[in-house]
């Protein structure tokens, strides 16, 4: 069959169709080798020198990223943080940058201190409103513009297509953290990004079982180049079996994404209401902010994530995680246990995470179960 008539759900359960040639397997071997071997004539005919930069076992994960984010390319980092931070570090000293006011903590700690003290001017706006982008560029200074879309921990949303068109005006990219929304949700580089970003630690892996980052590009240019420099002269590279437990989760993807979706809006329409709670927060309520664009960019759901406000304040809600049994007490979100985590806490002074918020990632387990445990452990909470 013609792979562009094939579903994503197919090809990312068959990693593509690949078959090792060599062996027939329908699995890929764990290439282990951090060297390779040069011909007689000095050259590298094989195409590869040593593995920080071109390690074989990346090759099949970043086909099946690329293809799914509908990319060019991809590339695979060592860790979430890495794959973010390399995009800012292929800036330049003086380069003016946009983020948002709510977006994964401890990327906006490097930003407020590592980047700065590098010489990248950062500036962070109320990312889900137009006009506040538009009135932040600076045309022929700003060089990115930084999205998390839905945004940890208060799950807003930005629209996509109009912040590239906006960035895209004054001269600057568009980068996109969609580690929440999947390529199974929303597809920002159709939207008009330039770079989607993931913790592939989280969705894409989905079994809370390795650390990992990576990067899509809608173009192979100047600046993907320096991208790649960055990964391998910084050395933020991904180990071989890493790798191929990565490809081993993005075969499940679709499975696992909408499952956690259905039970996700299940747990937030069962709750939106709900006595000993003051606050739903998820794209997939009506009256959420950005409802009607979450809408239009994500597709077959909103998402596995969603945070609740504990009537009662911050000890309401550290109370209800105490006395949670289901529900795993634990940084992280994206797999297939669900967890629960009193954010504020977490992050720290200067957190936009309400002090009664728990965040909840929603995992595979069934939501009857996950509604039950919440209520009883809210009930326990207030006495």
Not at 192 to 220: C, F, P, W
Not at 225 to 246: K, P, Y
Not at 290 to 296: D, E, F, I, M
């Amino acid at each position: 069959m013609d792979p562009k008539t094939v579903r994503p759900e197919t090809l990312s359960a068959q990693a593509l169709g690949w078959i090792d040639e060599a062996t027939r397997a329908i699995t890929p071997p764990v290439h282990v080798s951090s060297t390779y071997l040069r011909d007689a004539d000095n050259g590298f005919r094989s195409g590869r020198i040593y593995a920080r930069a071109d390690n074989p076992a990346y090759d099949q994960a970043e086909a099946v990223l690329a293809h799914l984010e509908q990319g060019s390319r991809a590339m695979l980092f060592a860790s979430g943080m890495a794959a973010a931070t390399a995009v800012f570090q292929a800036l330049d000293p003086g380069d003016h940058v946009l983020a948002p006011r709510v977006m994964y903590w401890s990327l906006r700690n490097w930003l407020m201190t590592f980047a700065t003290r590098w010489g990248l001017q950062v500036e962070f706006i109320d990312m889900t409103s137009p006009q506040a982008v538009q009135a932040a560029v600076r045309p022929g200074r700003t060089r990115l513009v930084w999205v998390e879309t839905p945004a940890n921990p208060l799950w807003t949303v930005t629209d996509i297509a109009a912040t590239a068109a906006i960035a895209h005006a004054a001269g600057a990219r568009l980068a996109v953290d969609s580690t929440v929304a999947t390529p199974v949700l929303t597809r920002p580089l159709a939207l008009g990004a330039d770079i989607v970003m993931h913790a592939a630690t989280k969705y894409l892996n989905g079994h809370s079982d390795l650390v990992a980052g990576a990067l899509v590009t809608r173009e192979q240019d100047d600046y993907w180049t320096r991208l790649r420099a960055v990964r391998a002269q910084v050395g933020g590279t991904l180990g071989s079996f890493e790798a191929w437990l990565l490809l081993r989760g993005m075969r499940t993807l679709h499975l696992r994404v909408r499952a956690a979706c259905a039970a996700a809006e299940r747990i937030a329409r069962h709750f939106d209401g709900h006595p000993l709670v003051a606050e739903v927060l998820y794209p997939g309520l009506p009256q959420a902010q950005g409802h009607a664009v979450a809408a239009s960019q994500m597709e077959g759901g909103f998402g596995g994530m969603l945070s609740i406000r504990a009537r009662g304040g911050e000890a309401a809600a550290i109370g209800t995680a105490a006395h949670t049994a289901l529900w795993k007490r634990a940084t992280s979100l994206g797999g297939v246990e669900s967890l629960i985590e009193h954010r504020a806490s977490i992050e720290g002074a200067g957190t936009p995470a309400p002090t009664d918020l728990l965040r909840l990632s929603v995992g595979i387990e069934h939501a009857d179960d996950l509604i039950a445990d919440l209520e009883q452990a809210l009930r326990l909470a207030h006495g």
